[in-house]
Every structure is written in C-alpha cells, then in structure tokens.
C-alpha cells in the first residue's frame, strides 16, 4: 500500500532556530496535511495544501506541496519553546479512498538541551 | 462545540476482557474513523465509516468490531483484548469544504493498557 517517509525522526531545536522536515512518497497525492500533536491530545492540523507546487503559510509555518505530489515540506521558522511535540505529514486521495489519509511516522521536536 | 469526544481516556484491561470505546462528533461530519497509534508506527487506521449506516475495515482491523449507532456516534469494541491492543486510540471525523475533504478533527485520544 502507500506509504510515506518522513524525515528526520526527530530533531532538538534552539530557540530562534529554524527547523525544517519532509515527507516523500512513491505515490502521488491530491492532498498534502501537516498536523501537530501535543502529548497527550490528539494531533491538530496546521496546515492543508491541495494543489501541486502550493505553498502556504499559517504564522510561522511554512508548507509545500511538491511539484510531483508525491512530496511535502514543513518549515518552521524563529522557533520557541511550544512548538516541541510531533509533527506528522499525511497524504489524501479523495474519492474512491473514502478520504483515507495516511500517515508519516513522524517528527519529534525536543528542545536541545 | 466540543468537536471530537473520546470515553474513556484511559483504561486498563486484563486479557480476555471485553470493552467498547466512544466517540461523538458534533460537527455534522458525514465520515468517522478510528485509529491506533503506537511508538514509531504512527497513526492506522483500524475501521471506518463513510456515511451512517456503513462500515469498512483499515489497515489494522483484526480483534476489533465498530459500530455507526448514528451520524454522531462511531464506536470501537475489543471482544476480547490482547496485550497487543495496548495502544493509544484515537476517533476523527472528516471535515468538507463543498465537494473537498480538508482534514480530519481529531478526539484527545483513549489510553488502553491490556495486561
């Protein structure tokens, strides 16, 4: 089945640094979603981009769909403190999949010690 | 608005128990789903629900049975737990813009520990 690669794994941030990850997929995409989740909660979308070579901002988050669709990436810039948590990628075929979203493994934020 | 609501948060289970876990959205969505999610496997989906009325398996369907009571309520039953159902679940239904799917809203998630 489809499956996506998210990168990296995890990362520990600085303060005021900016971050940066990705997700790849050997399939193509008609929906790229980036979504952030706290401990304990449920993950919380950031940000939908429904068009190849789309970039959207929302605040300090920046995403991409690529040009190919079968890639996204999520920046962040000027970090602090509360953006720790993980953050997943997901791919949606809307239609016949019922609107099925699949999942990265995603990326943990640490702060560095 | 609560949006997604999950019961109970947390629970333990011994092997062999039976138990249902809840969910109701009160966004109007059409769709429900629920997933699991454990260290380094991200998020898979178990059972989902286009449409009242209708029900089909995910990815990970095995041990578990669901349940669309109605276009809020979307259910997940554990017949009988296994330690390998200790995980964490969580219950989204789809938001729509006109004829787009836009994102899943997702419940605070339930804590289920087989022993």
């Known amino acids: 089945g489809q499956q996506l690669n998210q990168s990296p794994q995890s990362m520990f941030i600085q303060e005021g640094e900016d971050v940066s990850m990705n997700c790849t997929s050997s399939s193509i995409f008609n929906t790229w979603l980036w979504y952030k989740q706290d401990p304990g909660e449920g993950p919380v979308l950031l940000i939908a981009?429904?068009?190849?070579?789309e970039l959207t901002s929302n605040g300090r988050l920046t995403a991409q769909f690529g040009i190919t669709r079968k890639d996204s990436f999520l920046n962040i810039s000027a970090s602090i403190p509360s953006d720790v948590g993980i953050y997943f990628c997901?791919?949606?075929?809307?239609?016949?999949?019922?609107?099925?979203?699949?999942f990265g493994k995603g990326t943990k934020l640490s702060v560095k010690p | 608005n609560a949006g997604v609501t999950q019961t109970p948060k947390f629970q333990v289970l011994k092997t062999g128990q039976s138990m249902t876990l809840q969910c109701a959205q009160d966004?109007?969505?059409?769709?429900m789903y629920w997933y699991r999610q454990d260290p380094g496997m991200g998020l898979r989906l178990i059972y989902y629900s286009a449409s009242e009325g209708t029900t089909d398996k995910g990815e990970v369907p095995n041990g578990y049975n669901v349940s669309r009571l109605n276009k809020r309520e979307f259910s997940l039953r554990l017949e009988s737990a296994a330690p390998s159902q200790t995980s964490v679940y969580f219950c989204a239904s789809i938001s729509r813009r006109g004829a787009l799917s836009i994102g899943y809203t997702f419940g605070s998630g339930t804590r289920l520990t087989v022993v």
């Open positions: 966004m109007n969505h059409n769709s």
């Open positions: 997901a791919g949606l075929n809307y239609g016949g999949s019922q609107g099925n979203l699949i």
């Open positions: 981009l429904y068009k190849a070579g």
